[in-house]
């Protein structure tokens, strides 16, 4: 099973001539901090650290850890970035979560181009996208295109998995103001939760073999020299079977 949970922008919507994006960070550490609760049984919650670093390419990182949940960035860098491709938000990109014993973001492809479109992170835990992972979403499930080949099917605000997938695609249609979405596997007992403080103009979800990628995006107008910060929220939670 794979995610890829990464807001895109459209440049030949919004005109931009400029733009700057920062992870709000305080978010992150609190969000780390309650899952350190949890874990703990409510005790005392151990310190959560920031660290930045570099991954074994060379890529400049930030790493948030606070005791079993640990979250590997990768750092917007216009010359030295993992990611310097012209589709994705630059700041938002996640290298790598550690979670109960699972492994919720790591490379899908073969291979690397740092200014290739797609070149982002989804596989987790190595397993293929197929029977019981589903994508909810707050409203009913409308969509203007949805090709499945026969490996997924639409119940209600859910698209569920039937058998193993190839290519995947859908445009979705009145989603609403509220770009949330969940990605479950109830088989293996957990899921990610993520939600965004600016509205979706239009969203796809797009997969295939090895990841599934639901794609919300935001429309950004900002005049040459200002700037537009946003929050994208994870949250992982436990997923009966």
């Known amino acids: 099973m794979g995610i ?6 459209d440049r030949r919507l919004t005109g931009l001539q400029g733009m700057s994006a920062r992870i709000l960070s305080p978010a992150l550490v609190a969000f ?4 350190g609760s949890a874990r703990n049984g409510g005790g005392p919650v151990p310190r959560p650290s920031a660290e930045m670093g570099r991954d074994k390419d060379g890529y400049p990182t930030l790493t948030l850890a606070n005791g079993p949940l640990r979250m590997t ?19 938002g990109l996640i290298s790598r979560v550690e979670w ?12 690397h181009d740092p200014g290739n479109h797609d070149d982002v992170h989804g596989n987790f835990d190595g397993r293929p996208i197929g029977p019981g992972l589903r994508v909810r979403l707050t409203r009913p499930v409308k969509t203007s295109a949805f090709r499945a080949s026969g490996a ?3 119940r209600g605000n859910e698209i569920v ?3 193993e997938s190839g290519d995947f695609w859908a445009s979705l249609v009145e989603v609403g103001p509220d770009a949330r979405f969940e990605v479950e596997d109830p088989g293996a007992g957990f899921g990610v939760r993520v939600s965004c403080d600016l509205p979706p103009f239009k969203f796809n979800i ?5 990841v599934i990628c639901p794609e919300p995006h935001v429309a950004l107008r900002i005049p040459p020299g200002g700037s537009q910060t946003w929050t994208i929220r994870y949250e992982l939670y436990r997923a009966g079977g």
Do not use: M, N
């Open 4 to 9: 890829s949970c990464v807001p895109a922008f």
């Open 32 to 35: 780390l901090a309650a899952c």
């Open 73 to 91: 960035l990768y750092l917007p860098d216009a010359a030295a970035g993992y990611y310097r491709g012209p589709r994705f938000d630059w700041s």
């Open 100 to 111: 109960d014993g699972h492994v919720l973001f790591s490379p899908w492809k073969d291979s």
């Open 152 to 154: 997924a099917e639409i």
């Open 161 to 163: 998995f039937t058998r």
């Open 206 to 210: 797009w997969g295939q073999r090895r």
